[in-house]
């Protein structure tokens, strides 16, 4: 397989950062274990990233950076958090800050950014705080007007990067509705502002959680961001992107989770044998592999919209956050059953790396709202629906994706309503033995159609039209996994071609709907799955259908 474009800087950061399992490597997984340990930032790893020039892939081209494309930032991200999660979350939490100058900035606002950031230096966006939680329609945070400026009052608590920022996005009330504010700490009176204390986290223990007050802040007019009174719809739109990469950080632990667990069943015996040989071991590995390429295929797919920005990067962002995380943290699970008690234990790699994988990773899918925030929103835009097809170039990896231009970033959620989550496609673009399958998926979107049009409520979507937006987002990834088998036969490798794999995730995935795979459907056993999965991994290769090779 030809390595696409948005790949090809995944592989160099690959080579540069080296294989994680070996003690010498720049970002190892013995340092990674004494830093979260001691929960202390990992130091060192930040600074071999900058030294590869890391932070310049957090800013777009036109402000002088190389961030070009989501679907090639999402895979770097997966690259480092497959070593250590806390690094991804880092870059992210600078990222969430930035965003909204990158889109709605000034031009001085974009230069003085772009330079902390291509510099090494964090961001925060600070947004959340104690009292309100995750409403944000009810923060107290104040910016007034003054002759001056705006002088800012109030604290935001349990924020990415609120100590080690530079700049920081604060998001305050001021006049009717919220708006959004960048300042630069060095820039403030120092009695102006303070740091609240870390918060002490089960996961990500390295990371920067933290908080900011401020006490009559004095704000240049200058630091107003954006059209004012709209910081809500600015931060809206914000979340399609980190999201979905969000969703790549989950993949990223996902994936080395299941690499420890494979090379624990090759090295360990029970019965006389290894037990890479026991069904119920077979069935975790396999059904942890399935998990990570049904992700992969809903995250890569909505990655590539967001640089289109065709309008359904929203819908797509939300199925993601809400499903991807939900099956990396089955992926992990499953694998530390199959080290048993080796999962919980604390003592080194690589078998220690895997409680702390667990640990970061359930964090995952509370950060940017919750799998109930994404199922509430779902449901309320799954009530008008599209008759837009998606686009295929979403699924066409030897196409790159089209450049992200910031300055057309539209506010707010765009248009979400779904289109067909299966797509269309004829009994000749099946795998051989998938046509049950295919019937019983359209039989389940067809029930999830009519169970929509006729599902009404004012205010809070009711329990039901959670169900359904979780059989949604169900059938989506059942259509991605097809879409994006479907679009690259030139470019998938032997045993991805064949698309046996695609109708064993269809089954992974019915049982998510507490449906059975037809009876007597021919499909790939899982002992070639394994195998596949025992070949990939013995060549090097990352657990991906992108043929990637992991750091050597």
């Known amino acids: 397989m030809v390595i696409p474009a948005a790949y090809q800087s995944t592989q160099a ?12 490597a720049q970002v190892s997984f013995g340092q990674v274990l004494d830093d979260d340990e001691s929960s202390r930032p990992p130091g ?7 030294a590869w020039r890391f932070p310049a892939r957090l800013v777009p081209r036109r402000d002088g950076g190389e961030l070009a494309c989501f679907e090639e930032l999402l895979s770097l991200l997966r690259a480092l958090a497959r070593r250590d999660p806390v690094l991804a979350v880092g870059y992210g939490s600078t990222l969430l800050a930035s965003i909204p100058v990158w889109a709605w900035g000034g031009a001085a606002q974009r230069g003085e950014t772009a330079a902390h950031v291509l510099a090494g230096r964090f961001g925060a966006c600070a947004v959340s705080e104690e009292a309100a939680g995750s409403d944000l329609a009810a923060i107290a945070t104040r910016a007034e007007r003054t002759a001056a400026g705006f002088r800012l009052d109030g604290a935001k608590w349990m924020i990415g990067n609120a100590t080690r920022a530079r700049f920081v996005t604060v998001l305050a009330r001021s006049g009717p509705t919220p708006a ?5 700490k060095k820039s403030l009176v120092p009695g102006e502002f303070r740091h609240l204390p870390k918060v002490p986290t089960l996961g990500l223990r390295g990371h920067d959680l933290s908080g900011i007050a401020f006490h009559g802040c004095g704000l240049p007019g200058t630091a ?17 992107f980190t999201r979905t990469l969000a969703a790549g950080v989950a993949l990223g632990a996902a994936d080395s989770a299941l690499r420890i667990a494979l090379a624990r069943a090759g090295e360990r015996r029970l019965y006389g044998r290894p037990i890479l040989s026991l069904a119920p071991v077979q069935g975790l590995l396999t059904g942890a592999y399935l998990d990570i390429l049904i992700s992969e295929c809903v995250t890569i797919s909505t990655a590539r919209e967001l640089s289109l920005d065709e309008g359904r990067g929203s819908l797509r962002s939300a199925i993601t956050k809400y499903l991807v995380p939900l099956l990396c943290e089955r992926a992990i699970r499953d694998s530390g059953q199959v080290l048993a008690a080796r999962s919980y234990l604390r003592d080194g790699p690589p078998t220690g790396m895997l409680q702390k994988l667990s640990r970061d990773a359930a964090v995952i899918g509370v950060f940017e709202g919750t799998a109930q925030v994404q199922l509430a929103q779902l449901a309320s835009w799954l009530r008008t629906p599209s008759d837009r097809p998606d686009p295929s170039s979403l699924f066409r990896l030897a196409r790159s994706a089209a450049p992200w231009r910031p300055e057309r970033t539209g506010l707010g959620p765009g248009r979400p309503g779904p289109a067909d989550p299966l797509g269309t496609w004829e009994d000749a673009d099946l795998p051989a033995g998938a046509t049950a399958r295919a019937a019983r998926l359209r039989a389940e979107r067809d029930a999830v159609t009519r169970e929509l049009r006729h599902c009404r409520w004012t205010g809070r979507p009711p329990p039901g039209a959670f169900a359904l937006a979780h059989r949604y987002c169900v059938l989506y990834a059942a259509g991605a996994c097809h879409r994006m088998w479907l679009a690259n036969q030139d470019l998938l490798s032997p045993e991805f071609k064949e698309g046996q794999w695609l109708a064993m995730c269809w089954d992974r995935l019915l049982a998510l709907t507490d449906l059975r795979p037809p009876e007597g459907s021919d ?3 899982t002992d ?7 070949r990939t991994a013995g060549s090097g290769r990352l657990l991906s259908i992108v043929e990637l090779r992991h750091g050597r």
């Open 44 to 50: 060192s790893a930040f600074a071999a990233l900058d």
């Open 523 to 525: 499909a790939c056993g």
């Open 224 to 240: 107003a961001l954006g059209p004012q009174g709209r910081g809500l719809e600015m931060l809206m739109a914000t979340l399609r």
């Open 180 to 184: 959004l504010f960048l300042l630069d």
């Open 528 to 534: 070639e799955l394994l195998q596949t999965m025992l």
């Open 13 to 24: 950061l690959e080579a540069a950062l080296g294989d994680p399992f070996d003690a010498r």
